[in-house]
Structures are given as C-alpha cells and as structure tokens.
C-alpha cells in the first residue's frame, strides 16, 4: 500500500499539473505575456467581418480586440485623436474633407492595410401582385437616376427595359441612403462619379446629400438602411449595403449590369474576378500608399465582373506614442495576420471575399511596420487562405462559373432564380421568358443557409435600435429599424481548446490512477 505521504504528494502534482493546463485555456502563441486589449472602431461595411473575427481570436488566444462600428468617417477621426489603437475605413484619410472640415492628418504615422474584399449591393423590398420580387436587375445608369430622384417609380420604363420577366408594379421608389458619415456611401458616390458624371456630378463624398432627392430616407448605419428596407414599411425602397446585410435579413438585392452586357450578383466570386483588375497606389512615398484605383474594376471586360467590387482598410499606426504601445502593436499584429489568413476562410459565408495573395502580401507589409508586431512569424506558406494555390494564383477568380444566358441583356429572358439571402424564385409575371441562374455566382442558397444556422431573424421578429429600444415588430409603420449582423460557429482549433483536452486527459488520470496504485499495494502484501 502507498504510504499516505506519498498519495498526498501523487495527488498534489497531478492537481498542479490540471491546474497548468487549465492555464492553457486562456494561452495564447508565444509571448503570451504581450497580449493586451485593442480597440477600433470605423467602418459598417466591414463589420460583420470584423465581429465575427473578435470572437473568434478571443475564443481560440484569449485576445480582446474592442470594435465599434460608427462608420469610416468616425473611425478616421478617432484615429486621428488617438482615442482608437486602430481604424477601419473604405477611403483613406480625406485631405480636403467636402463638408468644409479640417485636413485629415493624424499626427502620428500609419498605414493603410487591407482586410476584406466585397461588392457594394443593392438590398430592396418590392412585391409584384403581394409576392416578393427576389431576381431584380438595374442598370448602372437606372441606379444613378434612382438615387438622384430622376427616376422615382418602379414602372419607368428604364427599370422595365431591364426585367422583361417581370411587369413592374406602379409602385413609388423610396431610396434609403447613410445619414452619417460613410465609406458605403463613399465608394458608391466615387463609382457614380467614375462611371456617370453627367448623372452625378457630386464628386465622390462620404456624407449622401439627402437635399438632392425629395423621397429619400436616411438612416444611421448598415444595419439602419438594411433594417428599413427590410420592414414591411420598407415596401418599395432600395438602398445600398454590403452584402452580408443582405444575407442576414433574408432579402435579395438586384443584379447590376456589367461591362460585358450581364446582369451579376456581388458573390464571392465576381467580387474576386472583379478585383483582378484593381491597381494599388505603389508609391510608398506617398500618403495613400498602398490605397485602391477601381476603374478596371468598373470597367472590366469578364462576363463574371460584379462592377462595384472594392476592399476596405484597417488604418494602423507605424508610431508609438498616446495610448498606443508595443505590448498593443504585438497584439495588433497578431490579429490583422489572423485576419487576412485563417480568418477569410469565412469570408464567403460571412458575404465578403477572400483577400487574393497579392493583397496579402500588401497587408503583410504593412504589418511588418507596426512597432511591437512579430514581422518573423509572417509566412505566406503558412497563412491558410483558401484563395492561395500553388502557383500563387487566385483560385476563387479561376475557379468562378460564368453567368447564365438568361442574365445577358437584351435576350428577352430573365433568370427567376433568388439572390442574397432570398431563395426562392420569382415567377415569370412581364413578356420576356424566365430560366435558372443555376450554375451562375449566385450564392444565395448556401450563404443564406450559414445565416439561418445562426439563429438569424425574420423580418416578423421585433426590432431594436443601436441603443436597445424596441422600434418595431413587423406590423409596425414607420420610424427608424435596424437589422442585425450574424454569427458563425468558429471552426479553429486554438490553444483554448488543447489546454481543455489537456486538462480533461489528467483529471481523468487524477481520479483513476491512485486506486490503482492502491489496488495494486494490496496485491503484493
């Protein structure tokens, strides 16, 4: 039999050693001791990506990285007052503000990196004979007349000219545009500008000049203008969102003709054929370095293009100083590689792109100059981004179906296949003939199935606003909603997770081991 000293001591370093695994938990990559808390705060347009990656670096290396989406205007700002670690925004900072206000110069360095690529779309809400239309089609000239109220009816005939499949209902248009300061509505306006200066003459702007349309709608955020249309008040609207707003309230947005004469759906495969053509300002040299220049984009010649593809950028410092750190630049670096590594794996799911390996190797750049970042554990061959293959090229580009014939302009048919995270089909209801997009960048069924997992809601369910007041349920009439952004289970295997299989292994051990040591004392007496 084991003398009782010795059990105490079999017993006390099994006990220490549960406890260091338990440890284990909340351990994180070497230097573990660096890890502190981070905080952003920016862009909408980003930030179901972003949400979805701070649960997932805090669940698998116990990491704290605070986000706040006020949009890229905000973000900018608190950059420059040193109230954030970092900043998320669609545009780089603006030199000569359009509301008159003063340069946007930070007083530290930084730099521009990119973090997720996606399609600016066009959620809307429209019913033909009380059933919802899911597979509308615009024109990039129809979209501009739309949000500068020249066209404010659903049965002009431009927007007829577009859906032959469909007899578009005498229906006035409500356009719900960002009433605060916005990288959506920056991109937006700038494609406008690009493509139809005669129709917009602005320029590009983050804040939507609402006084220019008579029937327009503003509100605050992605989830606000997503949240709107999606309200049975929102019948007739249209607005402009990322995609993933679309996915997660269950509601379709219109295919934008391209280039090449069809009519596409912003998935993660026509964001990525679209971006093949992006040039990057490569002049390091100069303060907008490595910032995008999107006319090939607009203009590209590929039948698979979604036109208004773009990426946005974490703003990070290149300095220390304020309430920034070395022990926060560690930390910092370590969860923008995650981010533009394992973490696009769910990029696709989430209703963004994966970033393609060009615009990683960008990003790894950038991360390299970030005082306190681990420049040495940036390893292209390690990354884990489903874009890489072999060769270093884009697989998801290669890889992209082309569209169907029925969603080619001028043929008379018009897909009645669903898009974003409306599924199902709309009937054939104007002269032109229907047929499936079936094989085409549709992406709405298995990404709008991701969103249901989630636990996403129904337009019937009660909404809240950003501040938690209960707004609406669906039979509510006007009034300002917002939508909410969705959650998807994360599938890394972290430390968290060995530390608890660790810990489970010896506490099994704790509790089978000293009877048999016992057992087998009383054997040999």
């Given at each position: 039999m084991i003398p009782r000293p010795r059990r105490r001591?079999?017993?006390?370093?099994?006990?220490?050693?549960?406890v260091a695994a338990m440890a284990m938990t909340t351990a994180v990559p070497a230097q573990a001791a660096s890890i502190v808390a981070i905080s952003g705060s920016g862009s909408t347009w980003s930030q179901n990506a972003l949400d979805q990656w701070r649960r997932n670096v805090a669940n698998n290396y116990a990491m704290t990285v605070n986000f706040s989406g006020t949009g890229s205007s905000a973000g900018r700002?608190?950059?420059?007052?040193?109230?954030?670690?970092?900043?998320?925004?669609?545009?780089?900072?603006?030199?000569?503000?359009e509301d008159g206000s003063a340069p946007e110069i930070p007083s530290r360095g930084y730099a521009y990196l990119p973090i997720v690529a996606g399609g600016t779309s066009f959620m809307y809400n429209l019913k033909i004979g009380g059933k919802k239309v899911t597979n509308l089609r615009l024109s990039g000239e129809v979209i501009s007349k739309i949000f500068t109220g020249q066209i404010s009816n659903w049965s002009d005939p431009a927007i007829q000219a577009d859906n032959p499949g469909l007899k578009m209902p005498d229906k006035g248009i409500t356009p719900v545009v960002r009433s605060d300061g916005s990288g959506s509505t920056a991109q937006f306006t700038k494609w406008m500008s690009d493509q139809y200066p005669a129709i917009w003459s602005t320029g590009m702007t983050s804040q939507f000049p609402t006084a220019r349309v008579a029937n327009a709608k503003a509100q605050n955020g992605s989830l606000g203008?997503?949240?709107?249309?999606?309200?049975n008040y929102g019948e007739g609207a249209i607005t402009y969102v990322e995609y993933s707003y679309a996915l997660k309230s269950g509601f379709p947005v219109a295919k934008v003709l391209n280039s090449s004469g069809y009519y596409i759906e912003p998935t993660a495969s026509s964001v990525a054929v679209a971006l093949l053509q992006a040039?990057?300002?490569?002049?390091?040299?100069?303060?907008?370095?490595l910032t995008q220049i999107l006319s090939g984009v607009y203009n590209s010649a590929d039948q698979r293009a979604y036109p208004l593809s773009s990426y946005s950028y974490m703003i990070v410092p290149?300095?220390?100083?304020?309430?920034?750190?070395e022990d926060k630049g560690y930390t910092l670096g370590e969860f923008t590689k995650y981010v533009v590594c394992e973490g696009q794996q769910q990029a696709s799911a989430l209703g963004y792109s994966p970033l393609p390996m060009n615009l990683v190797q960008a990003a790894f750049a950038q991360i390299a100059r970030v005082p306190?970042?681990?420049?040495?554990?940036?390893?292209?061959?390690?990354?884990?981004?489903?874009?890489?293959?072999?060769?270093?090229?884009?697989?998801?580009?290669?890889?992209?179906?082309?569209?169907?014939d029925c969603d080619k302009q001028g043929t008379g048919n018009q897909c009645?296949?669903?898009?974003?995270?409306?599924?199902?089909?709309?009937?054939?209801?104007?002269?032109?003939?229907?047929?499936?997009?079936?094989?085409?960048?549709?992406?709405?069924?298995?990404?709008?199935?991701?969103?249901?997992?989630?636990?996403?809601?129904?337009?019937?369910?009660?909404?809240?606003?950003?501040?938690?007041?209960?707004?609406?349920?669906?039979?509510?009439?006007?009034?300002?909603a917002v939508s909410s952004p969705f959650t998807l289970a994360s599938e890394s295997w972290g430390p968290s997770q060995t530390g608890m299989l660790v810990a489970g292994v010896l506490l099994l051990g704790a509790i089978l081991v000293p009877p048999l040591f016992v057992r087998r004392s009383r054997a040999k007496r």
């Open positions: 001591s079999l017993r006390g370093a099994i006990v220490a050693l549960i700002s608190d950059f420059i007052k040193g109230t954030v670690d970092f900043a998320v925004s669609e545009i780089p900072f603006q030199r000569a503000p203008v997503a949240g709107y249309v999606s309200q040039q990057i300002n490569t002049d390091a040299g100069s303060a907008d370095y290149t300095e220390l100083g304020g309430i920034f750190t306190g970042a681990n420049a040495g554990s940036l390893n292209i061959g390690s990354c884990n981004n489903p874009t890489f293959s072999a060769d270093g090229s884009n697989k998801l580009a290669s890889d992209a179906p082309y569209p169907a009645t296949t669903g898009t974003a995270g409306a599924t199902e089909g709309t009937e054939v209801s104007g002269s032109g003939s229907g047929g499936s997009a079936a094989g085409a960048a549709t992406g709405g069924t298995a990404a709008s199935a991701d969103a249901a997992t989630a636990g996403g809601t129904s337009t019937a369910d009660a909404v809240y606003d950003a501040n938690g007041n209960l707004v609406s349920g669906s039979t509510a009439q006007g009034g300002s």
